[in-house]
């Protein structure tokens, strides 16, 4: 049958819809607790709190930037080979008998 008579096949996903919709729900809440923590630290902080609480943060969002583009550069599979669970087989070592051991 010519590609072109052949019906358009959907793509797989890679992870289900559930956890798109898990994902989002989790990013939904934590801005609802961003704006509730940035309203508080807002009235109940003066201006020098405020600033090392906002360089603090600015600190941590640069190094979790960082490592997660350092996460996405990696191969999928790190460190070991697509398909193999725990990198290469040992390699074999020779039999010992009782008599050499002593």
Request: with cysteine; proline share 8%; charged share 15%.
């Amino acid at each position: 049958m010519p590609a072109a008579d052949q019906p358009a096949r959907k793509r797989e996903l890679l992870v289900s819809r559930v956890w798109i919709q898990v994902a989002a729900l989790v990013v939904v809440v934590g801005f609802f607790v961003l704006i509730l923590l940035g309203a508080g630290a807002a009235l109940n902080h003066g201006a020098g709190d405020l600033a090392v609480l906002g360089a603090t943060l600015l600190g941590c969002t640069a190094v979790g930037l960082f490592l997660l583009a350092d996460f996405r550069s990696a191969p999928s599979g790190f460190p070991w080979p697509e398909g193999e669970r725990s990198g290469a087989a040992p390699a074999p070592q020779p039999e010992r008998s009782a008599s050499s051991v002593l």
